[in-house]
């Protein structure tokens, strides 16, 4: 296992560093002597390879290091909104053209996220799906109408909060075909850690109070902790980013993708107390009629 990983890192590796970018990251790759890794790293191979992973013996991790000058404007204390909304665009234009992992040869669009660049409230799932991908919006299919509901619910509206996903472009269990339906998969180490930056330059940017992070990719990536989404969820976790300083501190609270609500419709209960923790912190009093 460890020798695929390392052999994956140096591919990787390779990849990144012939790529025409110059907001390329310095990656560099980790063997046995990893102690000293930032969490959120260790966090992702784990969830790529599993417990086993966790192993210093076993554990080869990837590293993504970001330029300096790229977090400087984000940690600026004063963002107007228009600010906010260049820098996003800036970032939405980026990866758009991203082809630092290989979803960037298969995705029919890159799918950055949208949504009101002053909100109280992002939700960040795990990647885009067939219709993301085609649509080039994020929870735009079946589990994003779910979302929607949710949102609502909460008393707040789509365009009032800002919505992303951890991997910006669509992982396919057959990137030959992405004509075919049931063809999504969760994002693997690599392509989490090729995106990570965009997630976190997009929270420093828009800074909202809480981040809702749906299912357990989001919230073991953000949270840096590779516990059971079970183990996350239901509680306030101050939010830590690897490669921005935040320029007020940021609660995340975990929760069920509403893919799984759609297949398990019992644990919306579940999912329905974790969202009235952040209404309450909010004073929201849920759905406007
Ligand atoms: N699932 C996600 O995690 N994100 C989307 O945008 C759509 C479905």
């Known amino acids: 296992m460890a020798d695929s990983v390392r052999a994956l890192a140096r591919d990787l590796k390779r990849l990144l560093t012939t790529a025409a970018d ?3 990251p310095a990656v560099s790759a980790y063997g046995p002597e990893t102690e000293s890794l930032p969490a959120a790293v260790k966090v992702v191979a784990a969830v790529a390879t599993g417990p086993k992973a966790e192993s210093p013996q076993t554990a080869a991790v990837l590293e993504v290091t970001f330029p300096r000058a790229q977090s400087i404007s984000l940690q600026e204390p004063t963002m107007t909104t228009a600010d906010k909304t260049a820098a996003l665009k800036a970032l939405a234009d980026t990866i758009s053209h991203c082809t630092r992992c ?3 040869a298969t995705r029919l669009n890159a799918v950055p996220g949208e949504g009101n660049v002053n909100a109280a409230v ?3 799932g795990e990647g885009p799906g067939f219709d993301e991908d085609r649509q080039g919006r994020p929870f735009v299919g079946r589990a994003g109408q779910l979302l929607t509901k949710m949102i609502l619910a909460m008393g707040l509206t789509r365009e009032e909060v800002f919505i992303a996903n951890i991997a910006k472009c669509h992982p396919m269990t057959d990137p030959l075909h992405p004509e075919k339906h049931g063809n999504d998969r969760a ?8 995106c990570r ?13 809480y981040v809702i992070a749906l299912g357990g990719v989001a919230a073991k990536s953000l949270i840096s902790d590779a516990s059971s989404l079970g183990a996350l969820r239901g509680k306030f976790h101050p939010l830590h980013l690897d490669s921005v300083t935040l320029k007020k501190p940021v609660q ?3 929760t069920y993708h509403p893919a799984a609500l759609l297949r398990n419709p019992n644990w919306k209960k579940d999912a329905w107390a974790d969202l009235q923790l952040v209404m309450d912190k909010l004073g929201l009093k849920g759905a406007r009629n």
């Open 102 to 104: 290989p979803l960037g």
């Open 122 to 124: 992002m939700f960040v």
């Open 252 to 254: 995340i609270l975990a």
């Open 22 to 24: 110059d907001m390329l």
């Open 187 to 194: 994002p693997n180490a690599q392509e989490i850690a090729c």
């Open 197 to 209: 930056k965009y997630i976190e330059q997009q929270i420093a940017i828009v800074c909202p109070q």
